[in-house]
């Protein structure tokens, strides 16, 4: 069957369903991952009572409207990100099958356009995943950039992706080594700091495998330049890019999962002063006032390393957080959709 058989309407009414079901379980993600929390088990529950949520509760995006943004076992408000991510998931899905579906051309088959379409979704879900936990932990799960690189480099292995093998690889090697050396290493080696945490590298691996070198290079050049944009008006603005306060504060949670929390956020991001970044981030969870576990994991965590609080100058503590993960998801994404048209007009210029 070949792909131009189904109706157009169809093939964005089946995206559009299948995006915003998977935009439910990257919201599963995005709150459970950075808690070290499994997706799998326990079952879906209200984080502000614990009461299981019934299924029909959890549909897409109809559940959050019907429900007017309120939890109905207790009532508490629901965080707007649940809605947003699942119309966002929904709209990509939506994207992606109408450029491998719909527009795959009279000669194309339904089965390798599907597989495609599915592949490139995971990707862009990935991003959206490590967008929305960037923005909230400042750190870029490896959930989201190891199985999504090696999804990236078998889609071209198999010739359904849209670059080669060989450009696949090479796009993540530039990716992970060329930013790792240069923006993590060179960058701490020269100046005392990091220029990005940890994660930033391992996702630009993913956005290689799939976009291939020029995806990447194009990534962390529209990426670096809207971040600048961005840090630039909430400067001016006078607006914080730290991220949003967690949607359960830190005295809640069990000593262990802090414990583990904190070891894995230094671990991530050693730029950071481990004492400021403790208490910011118990600061910014409402936890400032009480939470024995925290204050115990917390101290416990950063007696792991003292010497990492040590040889940073007032200008480093001062230094503005700006999560980069997001303006690299971004930029990734404008290239999958529009790259391509914008550097052959770029380079048409010089013709």
């Given at each position: ?38 997706v ?14 019934q ?83 400042l ?55 990091r ?12 956005i ?30 006078g607006?914080?890019?730290l ?13 262990e ?27 910014l ?34 230094r ?6 997001p ?25």
């Amino acid at each position: 069957m070949y792909a131009s058989e189904l109706p157009e309407a169809l093939v964005r009414a089946i995206a559009f369903v299948f995006g915003a079901t998977w935009g439910s379980f990257f919201n599963v993600c995005i709150y459970r991952w950075p808690r070290h929390m499994s997706v799998v088990s326990p079952p879906s529950h209200c984080p502000a009572c614990g009461a299981p949520v019934q299924a029909w509760r959890n549909v897409p995006i109809l559940g959050y409207l019907l429900l007017r943004g309120r939890a109905a076992c207790c009532g508490a408000p629901m965080t707007p990100r649940y809605v947003v991510v699942e119309v966002l998931g929904a709209v990509l899905c939506v994207g992606v099958a109408e450029r491998f579906v719909v527009h795959a051309g009279p000669g194309a088959e339904l089965l390798p356009a599907s597989l495609s379409a599915l592949a490139y979704f995971m990707f862009a879900g990935g991003l959206l995943v490590a967008t929305f936990i960037d923005l909230e932990w400042l750190v870029i799960p490896d959930e989201v950039s190891l199985p999504g690189a090696a999804l990236g480099l078998m889609v071209a292995g198999n010739g359904i992706g849209l670059v080669s093998a060989e450009d696949a690889a090479l796009g993540a090697a530039m990716g992970f080594l060329f930013v790792q050396l240069v923006f993590v290493w060179a960058y701490e080696r020269f100046t005392g700091r990091r220029g990005m945490g940890e994660g930033d590298p391992k996702l630009l691996l993913m956005i290689g495998a799939f976009l291939g070198w020029k995806g990447v290079l194009f990534a962390v050049v529209a990426g670096s330049m809207q971040g600048l944009v961005a840090a630039a008006v909430a400067f001016v603005a006078g607006h914080s890019l730290l991220p949003p306060p967690a949607d359960d504060p830190l005295d809640t949670w069990d000593r262990e999962s802090l414990l583990m929390y904190l070891k894995d956020l230094f671990g991530r991001h050693p730029e950071l002063q481990r004492g400021e970044e403790a208490l910011l981030r118990l600061r910014l969870t409402g936890a400032e006032n009480g939470g024995a576990a925290a204050g115990e994991a917390a101290g416990e965590a950063l007696a792991e390393d003292p010497a990492d609080t040590d040889g940073r100058d007032s200008d480093d503590r001062e230094r503005p957080m700006i999560p980069f993960g997001p303006f690299l998801a971004l930029g990734a994404l404008e290239f999958f959709f529009f790259g391509e048209r914008v550097i052959d007009a770029y380079f048409g210029l010089f013709e």
